[in-house]
C-alpha cells in the first residue's frame, strides 16, 4: 500500500502549532542555558557549595522532592501576582509574576542540573526525559529546516555582525 501524503490542513496544522512551540522551546532552552551559567557562578560561593554537595547526595525520591520544591515555593507567589492584577494593580502583579518566575526558574535550573543524576535512576522520570528530549529534538530540526527559520538565522547572524563591526569601529579598533 503506498502511503498516503499529508492531508493540506493537517500540514498548515503542523506549521502553525510546530513553529510557536519551537519559538517557545528555543527561547527557553536559550534561558535555561544562561541560568544554569548564572547559578553555577552563584553555586562558586562557599554557602551554596556545601548545600548543593547535600543536594547533590540526595537519594532519588528526595531529589524529585526537592526539584518539585520551587513549584510549590512559587505557588503562593503566583496567587499574589493574580490577586494584585485583579484587584487593579495590573504593572505590580505582572512585576511579582516575572521576578516570581524568574527567580523560580533559576532555583529550577540549578536542582535540575544537581539532581538529574538521581531523577533518572527513577523510572518513570528516565523515560518522561527521554520522551521529551525526543520530542524536543524532532521539534527543532523540523522548524530547523523550515526556510524562514533558515533565513531569519542568517539575518540574525548578519545583525550580529553588523552590531559586532559597528561596535569595534566606536571603540576605534
Do not use: C
Amino acid at each position: 500500500m503506498v502511503p498516503q501524503p499529508p492531508h493540506p490542513l493537517r500540514k498548515l496544522l503542523r506549521v502553525l502549532l510546530a513553529v510557536p512551540a519551537a519559538l517557545l522551546l528555543l527561547v527557553e532552552e536559550w534561558i535555561w542555558d544562561n541560568f544554569v551559567r548564572f547559578t553555577a557562578w552563584v553555586a562558586r560561593l562557599p554557602v551554596f557549595r556545601r548545600l548543593e554537595a547535600m543536594v547533590q547526595r540526595l537519594p532519588p525520591w528526595a531529589a524529585v522532592t526537592a526539584f518539585a520544591a520551587p513549584f510549590l515555593v512559587l505557588l503562593p507567589i503566583k496567587v499574589a501576582a493574580l490577586w494584585l492584577m485583579g484587584t487593579g494593580r495590573f504593572r505590580t502583579g505582572i512585576a511579582v509574576y516575572v521576578v516570581g518566575k524568574v527567580v523560580g526558574t533559576a532555583v529550577l535550573t540549578r536542582l535540575f542540573t544537581l539532581t538529574k543524576p538521581a531523577l533518572l535512576r527513577i523510572g518513570w522520570f528516565a523515560r518522561l526525559y527521554a520522551w521529551f528530549t525526543a520530542v524536543r529534538d524532532r521539534l527543532y530540526a523540523y522548524v530547523r529546516s523550515l526556510r524562514a527559520f533558515v533565513a531569519a538565522k542568517a539575518f540574525l547572524r548578519a545583525m550580529r555582525d553588523r552590531l559586532r563591526a559597528a561596535w569595534r569601529a566606536l571603540r576605534g579598533r
